[in-house]
Structure formats: C-alpha cells, structure tokens
C-alpha cells in the first residue's frame, strides 16, 4: 500500500485524485489531507477516506474539524506549519501538491528533504522555485513526477531516450475559451465567460489562466526545470481538441506524442503507479471519435501572457516570482470583478517593467518579493 498525503484535497485535482483511490483502495493508504477553508467537504474526504491527520488553514475551518474529527480519532493541524508537517510523516511514501498557487512552495521542500516522492501538480511551486527545487532535489532521494497533463505526456514521450537527441519540446495548448478573439473582442469579457474551459473542468484560477494562456507561459517555465531544456527548444502549438498532450520532437525528425482523454486522472493515475502502469481507472481514448487533430498557431498579440512567461523564464532570477505574484493578484483581482479580463496582462507587464531582477533569491527573499508585487499590483488599481 502507498501511504499518500494530498495537499489540496477538496480540489479539482485533489478531488479526482481521491475518486482514484476510491476504486482501488487496497493500493492506497491515505495518510493526510488538506485543504484552505471548505472545511465540509475536507470533514467528509476524512471520515471516508480516515486519515491520520488533516491541515486547514482557515481558523473557523479548523475549529468545527476539532470539534467534528475528535470522535474519530483524526488529528486536526492548522497552516503552513501543519502543511509542511504532514508532508514529513513517516508512512507518507508520496505527497501529492495539488493546492493552488506559489503557497505550495515550502511543503514541498519539505517533502524533498524528507525523501517523499512528489506528484506535482501545482506548477506555480516551479516556476517561483525552480532553482532551489532543483537544488533541494540534488540533495535527496526525492523523486518529482508531474501530474500537469502536458509534462507527464513529455515524461512519457523522454522515456528511455538520450537526452542529446532532443530538438525540442512541444507543448500543446487548447487555446482557451477566447481562442480566435482579437483584443478588441475581449474588452467586456466576464468571469463566467472566461471560466468557461472548451475541454477540461478544472478549478477558477487555472481556468483564467487557460483563457489568458498565462497556463502554457507557467507551463513553458514549468518544463524548463523539470526537464531541463533551454527555452528556445520549448515551443507551443495551439491543439483545439486537447487530445495530445504533448510532444517531443528528436534531431532525426521523429515527434513522439502521448495521447489521452482530457480526464486529469490519467495523469494522476499514472503518477500514483509510476514506473508501473496500471489498468486505466476511467477508460480509453476513442480514436474514431476523436479523428480530428488539427494545430494552430498561437496568436502572441492577442494573449501577451505567453511572451511575458518566455520573457521571465529566460530573465530568470527573481523574474518568474514577479509573474506569478503578479499574475495570482491579477486573477483574484479579475475574479472580484475589480478588474477587466484584459488589464491582467496589463498589470503583469507593469510588474515586470518596475522590479529589477535579483539573482541568487533565497526562499525568504521570494516571499518578500511576492509581498512587494502583490502590494504594487494593489496600488497600480488604486
Ligand atoms: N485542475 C486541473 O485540471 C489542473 C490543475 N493543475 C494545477 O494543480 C493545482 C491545483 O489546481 P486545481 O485543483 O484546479 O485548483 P482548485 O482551486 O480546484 O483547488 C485548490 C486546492 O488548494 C486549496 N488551497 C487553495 N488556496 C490555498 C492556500 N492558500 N493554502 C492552502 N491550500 C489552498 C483549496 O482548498 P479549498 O477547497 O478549501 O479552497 C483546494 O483544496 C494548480 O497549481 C493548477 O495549476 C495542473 C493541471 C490540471
Ligand atoms: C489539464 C491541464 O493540464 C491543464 O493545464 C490544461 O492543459 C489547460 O488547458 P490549456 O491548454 O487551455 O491551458
Ligand atoms: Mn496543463
């Protein structure tokens, strides 16, 4: 049995992944859950799933867990410290980061200094921290195995292969739900509208960055560290139908693809059972059905987020910081309607223009340049 901490569980990813555990629970123990602030739906995933210990990180949350979980003898932790504990307990084999935004940064690390297998979903985590992840890995007998549908098809498709003969990467992005829009046909666009994802459900602020496409420049800077390809060997194509999920293209020529439904319990599935593979939990791909394939190019113009994410990752240092920060403020901003669809794109620009980039940033000094953005983002709104 593989003992499992979910961080995130009352999540889109994090529900699915506990809907895999559901049909096959004598492969999976659960150890620890956690969530943000439903704490009714993380009180029910415990008494189903019988945790030892759950995290909340919302002070109201965390006393009806107290008060409900005492009867069954599950523990209840509060915040970033309970986060980073239960990713370092004992019979936790693999921590599954599936919460949203750079917060998961820290329990990672501490899950890579205590040896746990990581499933990665929560990209923000590598694009603020590629470079003291990878430094931490270094030092650990950690694994990182994303769960992000693009990266576990380019793990599939770099299987086995020399890493010299790559020529490059090509990530494939649906193109959003605003995809063939102008800017001009933008301007109004509301939360519903852009929440609206042509292929996959997925939780809010992943789904404005689809719209934005701000998930395939996270994504770009996500691939870099994970698989440690410059960024001129990184490239997107537009694939409406989202069926492959990403591909490699090899010096002689050769593109190996991986192919899928767009079911994010593929990819966790396969995470969960990485080296092996198990029998699909939710069923295989209809190539008859699914007989179109078409590729497009994206329209830089439109959706500036994708240049502004090559821009940061090449700039490195603190520059991914500055996106992200910008961009989680941004989206948050947009969602409370305080802002306009286009004005994210806007407000990340300006981020970057104002902070000088930092070289060398320690994981203290990421959190104080987040702080600074998000501030100068709330000023710039003023
Ligand atoms: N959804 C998808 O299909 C995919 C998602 N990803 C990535 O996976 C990650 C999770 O995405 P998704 O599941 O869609 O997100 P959701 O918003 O659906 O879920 C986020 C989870 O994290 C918790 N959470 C939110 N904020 C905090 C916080 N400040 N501190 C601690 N926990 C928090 C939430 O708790 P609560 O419910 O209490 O708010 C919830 O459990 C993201 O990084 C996303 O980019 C990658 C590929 C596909
Ligand atoms: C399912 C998944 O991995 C998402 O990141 C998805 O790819 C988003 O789709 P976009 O290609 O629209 O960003
Ligand atoms: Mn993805």
Request: glycine share 6%; net charge negative.
């Amino acid at each position: 049995m593989k003992g499992l901490c979910i961080l995130g569980s009352t999540g889109s990813i994090g529900t699915q992944a506990l809907d895999i555990i559901r049909r096959d629970r004598n492969s999976y123990d659960v150890i620890a859950l956690s969530a943000n602030s439903n704490a009714k739906l993380l009180y029910e995933q415990a008494v189903e799933f019988q945790p030892d210990y759950v995290v909340i990180m919302d002070d109201e949350g965390f006393k009806f867990l107290k008060e409900k979980l005492f009867i069954h003898g599950i523990k209840v932790l509060k915040g970033m410290e309970g986060l980073e504990f239960i990713c370092t307990l004992h019979n936790v084999d693999m921590v599954l980061t599936s919460l949203v935004g750079m917060v998961g940064l820290k329990p990672t690390i501490a899950a890579i200094r205590a040896g746990k297998t990581i499933a990665l979903a929560n990209k923000e985590t590598l694009v603020v921290g590629g470079d003291i992840i990878t430094k931490e890995l270094e030092k650990s007998k950690s694994k990182l195995l994303p769960v992000d549908s693009e990266h576990s098809a380019l793990f599939q498709c770099l299987k086995g292969e020399d890493r010299k003969s790559i020529h490059r990467l090509i990530l494939t992005a649906s193109g959003g739900p605003f995809r063939g829009k102008r800017k001009a046909d933008l301007i109004y666009v509301t939360p519903e509208m852009a929440l609206k994802h042509p292929r996959w459900n997925m939780g809010k602020k992943i789904s404005i960055d689809s719209a934005t496409l701000m998930n395939k420049a996270l994504e770009v800077i996500e691939a870099h560290w994970l698989f440690d390809i410059d960024y001129d060997s990184i490239d997107v194509v537009v694939h409406p139908q989202s069926i492959i999920h990403s591909m490699v293209e090899y010096v002689d020529g050769s593109i190996i693809a991986q192919l899928g439904n767009t079911d994010m319990r593929h990819p966790i599935q396969y995470a969960f059972e990485y080296p092996n593979r198990n029998p699909s939990v939710v069923g295989y791909l209809d190539l008859i059905k699914n007989n179109v394939l078409t590729f497009e190019q994206p329209d830089y113009e439109t959706f500036e987020c994708l240049e502004l994410g090559y821009k940061a990752g090449k700039t490195g240092g603190s520059m991914p910081t500055v996106l992200n920060a910008a961009n989680e403020e941004a989206v948050e901003l947009f969602l409370k309607r305080k802002i306009k669809f286009l004005e994210i794109a806007e407000i990340i620009k300006e981020s970057m223009n104002h902070f000088k980039v930092e070289y060398n940033v320690t994981l203290e000094r990421i959190f104080e340049i987040e702080m600074s953005t998000r501030d100068f983002v709330n000023q710039l709104i003023k």
